[in-house]
Nanobody, 127 residues
Framework: QVQLVQSGGGLVQAGGSLRLSCAAS????????VGWFRQTPGKEREFVAG????????DYSDSVKGRFTMSRDNTLNTVTLRLANLQPVDAAIYYC????????????????????WGQGTQVAVAS
């Protein structure tokens, strides 16, 4: 089992930056790919970014590629998402999630592939 606790987020002006963190408890965190998703009212949760077990492989949605950067530290069991050049369309509740992974290349985009979820954190962007 993995428990994920999120921190970070908040309100920022358009063009600003934020950092979201996801701390994992439990064993063998490096056996899990981690993804970030976001959700706005009335919409489905969408994949934002993902990282493989070792941290060497990444996947980003087209909407955030070049602006968001994801990293992980398996010695500290933490994952970080840095959000830059934020725009009002990026405002949402952001969730981190962990998916059991047999390879470093596996970074699923479907939320149904993720077994463990953080509590969510709000990102608000003022125009």
């Amino acid at each position: 089992q993995v428990q994920l606790v999120q921190s970070g987020g908040g309100l920022v002006q358009a063009g600003g930056s934020l950092r979201l963190s996801c701390a994992a408890s439990g064993r063998s965190f490096d056996n899990y790919a981690v993804g970030w998703f976001r959700q706005t009212p009335g919409k489905e949760r969408e994949f934002v970014a993902g990282i493989g077990r070792s941290g060497q492989n990444h996947d980003y949605s087209d909407s955030v590629k070049g602006r968001f950067t994801m990293s992980r530290d398996n010695t500290l069991n933490t994952v970080t998402l840095r959000l830059a050049n934020l725009q009002p369309v990026d405002a949402a509740i952001y969730y981190c999630a962990a998916a059991g992974s047999g390879t470093d290349w596996y970074i699923p985009r479907l939320e149904s592939n993720y077994a463990y979820w953080g509590q969510g954190t709000q990102v608000a962007v003022a125009s």
